[in-house]
């Protein structure tokens, strides 16, 4: 089994910064890409990022790139998601997910097998 847990959320005003982490435990981390998403009250799940196995390659939905960044540490299991210039429509539960195999940079919510508890994040304007 795989365990992930973020933290880091909070309340920021709107144009301001916080950083995700996800530690993650329970198999070989390195091996795995890894995934952000969001949900906001009444909304589904939807795709923020991906990072590749070894952090080469990311990928990030439209509405956040060139604001978020995602990178890893392998020798911390850890996996951050920088957030800068947030908008209140950022406001939401952001989770950390891992997939089931080995895809380069998912996006789907289908292809992810483990799943963090959340973190709430809420920018207010």
């Known amino acids: 089994q795989v365990q992930l847990v973020e933290s880091g959320g909070g309340l920021v005003q709107a144009g301001g910064s916080l950083r995700l982490s996800c530690a993650a435990s329970?198999?070989?981390?390195?091996?795995?890409?890894m995934g952000w998403f969001r949900q906001a009250p009444g909304k589904e799940r939807e795709f923020v990022a991906a990072?590749?196995?070894?952090?080469?390659?990311?990928r990030y939905a439209d509405s956040v790139r060139g604001r978020f960044t995602t990178s890893r540490d392998n020798a911390k299991n850890t996996v951050y998601l920088q957030m800068n210039s947030l908008k209140p429509e950022d406001t939401a539960v952001y989770y950390c997910?891992?997939?089931?195999?080995?895809?380069?940079?998912?996006?789907?919510?289908?292809?992810?097998?483990?799943w963090g508890q959340g973190t709430q994040v809420t920018v207010s304007s």
């Open positions: 997910a891992a997939p089931g195999s080995t895809y380069t940079t998912p996006r789907s919510v289908d292809h992810y097998a483990y």
């Open positions: 329970g198999r070989t981390f390195s091996t795995y890409a």
């Open positions: 990072i590749s196995w070894g952090g080469t390659n990311t």
